[in-house]
């Protein structure tokens, strides 16, 4: 097993003052019993992507260019701990949604996300057993991502409140299938600057994705999650199912 600890920068947002609020006015609402209600909230989705990316200081939305989390800590693998701070994520302007399905009876949904290219910049410490090899260090990281597909799927709960329907942020636990595409890896001063070994560790890195996309993958998952997390808090927290659906 493996524990994360993920720390987001959200400014009020976790917090639960439940006034009702009304939907943000660059989402654009659906008929719950429009015959295209996916391609209805896909368009929607669409149209209001790039308003959430730039961040909303009304709805305290922070901006998404790039996404900022102040700490991410895992031990992806038994006895290999990982940590990036001051983690930086550049391209979210790059994601296209490429398809969305949701279901009001079931209350489940799902979103496909294609992203052209996409970079993280952090601190990173590592100490521990990567594979077969021992590795420890600390410096500067940078990870590429070319063409990420990206797939979410949760389902959902209600609360009532005052006669009107919520979705229960606190019930959705998304799962994220991410595959990162055609990576680079970039750990500089691996090894107290030892640059031989840490050339040798980068290179096994970007030579053999596959081999070590179990473990990157899961700090990737971690942050996916809280940009899912933060979106669906910041626009739905004290909306009414009936004003998104009518
Ligand atoms: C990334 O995807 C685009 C669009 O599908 C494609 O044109 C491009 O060749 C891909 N890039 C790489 C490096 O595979
Ligand atoms: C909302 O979801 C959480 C997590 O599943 C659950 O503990 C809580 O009881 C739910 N709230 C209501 C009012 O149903």
Do not use: W
Request: net charge neutral.
């Amino acid at each position: 097993m493996y524990r994360i600890l993920i720390v987001l920068s959200l400014i009020g947002i976790l917090q639960f003052p439940v006034d009702s609020k009304k939907l943000p006015s660059f989402i654009k609402p659906c008929r719950r019993n429009d015959p295209n209600l996916d391609a209805c909230v896909k368009n929607s989705a669409i149209s209001a992507l790039p308003h959430i990316l730039r961040g909303n200081k009304d709805l305290k939305i922070p901006s998404y260019l790039p996404f900022e989390v102040p700490l991410v800590e895992v031990e992806p693998s038994p006895g290999l701990f990982f940590k990036l701070t001051n983690l930086k994520l550049h391209g979210l302007d790059t994601a296209a949604i490429t398809d969305i399905k949701i279901d009001l009876e079931k209350q489940t949904f799902m979103l496909k996300l294609f992203t052209t290219h996409s970079k993280t910049i952090s601190q990173y410490e590592v100490d521990g057993k990567l594979l077969s090899f021992a590795v420890y260090g600390t410096g500067p990281a940078e990870i590429t991502s070319v063409n990420a597909t990206t797939h979410v799927s949760f389902s959902f709960g209600m609360v009532e409140k005052d006669g009107k329907r919520y979705i229960n942020i606190s019930s959705i636990l998304p799962i994220i299938d991410y595959n990162p595409g055609i990576v680079h890896y970039q750990f500089d001063n691996l090894f107290g600057g030892n640059k031989l070994l840490g050339d040798n560790i980068n290179k096994f890195m970007n030579e053999n994705p596959d081999e070590v996309a179990d473990i990157t993958n899961i700090p990737n998952v971690a942050v996916i999650k809280a940009i899912i997390l933060q979106t669906m808090k910041s626009i739905l927290r004290g909306v009414s199912i009936d004003e998104v659906f009518s």
